[in-house]
């Protein structure tokens, strides 16, 4: 065997052993950590509190939110997000708010970079965090947003979102994506589950997006910065980001209403701002470039 047979041989089980068990590929200083799996060809689960289903490995839906976890005080959170560009995640202010940006990580499903019929889960980490000026740490804080800016590219696979610019963008059926639990009392959050809600359970004003849960259907604990999705022209676009839920007792507080940050009230802020994190500058790629 020639030594140019043997280099690409070695080469090509170096990229398959990446797929195939966990490891670190270092892209600055964020080190993704990557586990092939096969894709879930399973149909969706039926959760009958809070009228979710849960969304299977295999289903588009996956990726159109992403999970995020954040680790304060030695005790971790869930809640969810949203990509809008290449590496940066929108969210709602309150998940990360007094955190670290070392401390916030966030969770793809992708096939890049493995074989055909398997799927990673890609962690990243964190660089930035800019919260609203707006935001008051308030529990129904009208500026409830924040974006996340990633040390590295989201897999190329993650939907981007896009916002809506007016009321009248709304689809007849608009889409909640969450990680967040299927009741009050549970602990199951963790999985992404989804809830399809008419038109006539959406009450859209000037900051905010209200959505009546009394039908047995909607948000709950995880599903902080969750975004509501309508489908413009079979685009999804986001409506708003999930802020809080308003119950009368902790016992029914995902039975109510939730209420979300209206995004196109807020799309000027979070346009621009989106736009300059995920510009780098020339230091910034020199530093990338050098692994610093």
């Known amino acids: ?31 993704p950590l990557m586990k092939c799996e096969l894709v ?12 979710g289903e849960t969304v299977g490995l295999s289903d588009p839906d996956q990726k159109l939110v992403l999970k995020l976890k954040i ?7 869930i809640c969810t997000g949203a990509l809008l560009r290449d590496r940066v995640i929108l969210t709602a202010a309150h998940c990360v708010q007094n955190a670290e940006a070392g401390d916030v990580s966030a969770f793809f499903l992708t096939k890049d970079g493995c074989p055909l ?5 890609l962690e990243m980490q964190a660089k930035e965090i800019e919260i609203h000026p707006g935001f008051d740490g308030l529990p129904q804080s009208y500026s409830d947003l924040a974006l996340i800016q990633l040390r590295s590219d989201a897999p190329s ?17 608009l889409l909640l994506l969450g990680y967040g639990i299927t009741d009050e009392t549970a602990k199951d959050s963790d999985v992404l589950r989804r809830v399809r809600k ?23 604990r995880g599903d902080s910065g969750a975004p509501l999705i309508s489908t413009v022209w079979t685009e999804p676009m986001i409506v708003g ?11 029914n507080e995902c039975h109510t209403i939730s209420v979300a940050i209206n995004t196109a009230y807020f799309e000027p802020w979070i346009s621009n701002r989106a736009n300059q994190l995920n510009t780098l500058t020339w230091f910034q790629k020199v530093r990338e470039f050098v692994g610093l």
Do not use: W
Request: hydrophobic share 30%.
């Open 198 to 220: 008419p038109k006539s359970e959406i009450s859209v004003r000037e900051k905010i997006v209200v959505i009546d849960q009394r039908t047995g259907s909607g948000y709950c």
């Open 157 to 173: 696979d993650q939907e981007r979102l896009k916002l809506t610019k007016r009321e009248y963008d709304l689809s007849e059926e």
């Open 117 to 121: 019929g398997r799927q990673q889960q």
């Open 40 to 51: 879930d060809q399973s149909g969706p689960k039926i959760d009958e509190i809070v009228g």
């Open 71 to 77: 680790h304060r005080d030695d005790t971790d959170s």
């Open 1 to 31: 065997m020639t030594i140019i047979m043997r280099k690409i041989l070695f080469i090509l089980s170096f990229l398959l052993a990446g797929c195939a068990t966990d490891s670190t590929s270092a892209v600055g200083l964020v080190a």
């Open 241 to 251: 980001i999930n802020s809080s839920t308003v119950g009368t007792a902790d016992n």
